[in-house]
């Protein structure tokens, strides 16, 4: 497992929780860090200072302020339609990500729980 990530849908929005994150992706001040650009949907999966989204394409897993790793990011869309082709897209980025990355040396196989409007996936 490279992480486990709680993604829970609002009307237009979604809360995203990092629960667990393989170490070797944390960004820290001394690593030499490499985000992953997933190619099909174009977002880039990164780590520097804490979980969030930006306002392009990018989602920050954690990062090197370890007091901020429980933080709870919040993405707002136009409408459901929209947020729920983003979090098709994620999980997808999120997959391509754990099973690419050039940090991994050994491939996982990831998993995919859902409960309600909360989706966890471990990738």
């Known amino acids: 497992m490279k992480a486990k990530i709680k993604i829970t849908k ?4 979604i809360a995203f929780e990092v629960l667990e994150m393989d170490e070797r ?3 820290t001040n001394t690593n030499a860090f490499k985000s992953y650009k997933c190619l099909k949907t174009g977002i880039i999966i990164n780590s520097h200072y804490q979980s969030e989204f ?3 394409d990018t989602v920050y897993l954690r990062g090197s302020e370890r007091k901020r790793d ?3 990011s919040f993405k707002s869309f136009l409408d459901n339609e929209g947020r729920d082709k983003y979090i098709k ?3 997808e ?3 391509d990500w754990s099973e690419n990355w050039s940090g991994w040396k050994t491939k996982s196989i990831p ?3 859902e409960e309600s ?3 966890i996936i471990e990738v």
């Not at 609002?10 to 929005?13: A, E, I, M, R, T």
């Open 10 to 13: 609002f009307n237009c929005g």
């Open 25 to 27: 992706f944390r960004y």
């Open 70 to 72: 429980n933080i709870v």
């Open 54 to 56: 930006d306002n392009g």
């Open 89 to 91: 897209d994620l999980v």
């Open 93 to 95: 980025s999120l997959k």
């Open 117 to 119: 409007n909360t989706l």
């Open 111 to 113: 998993q995919k729980k």
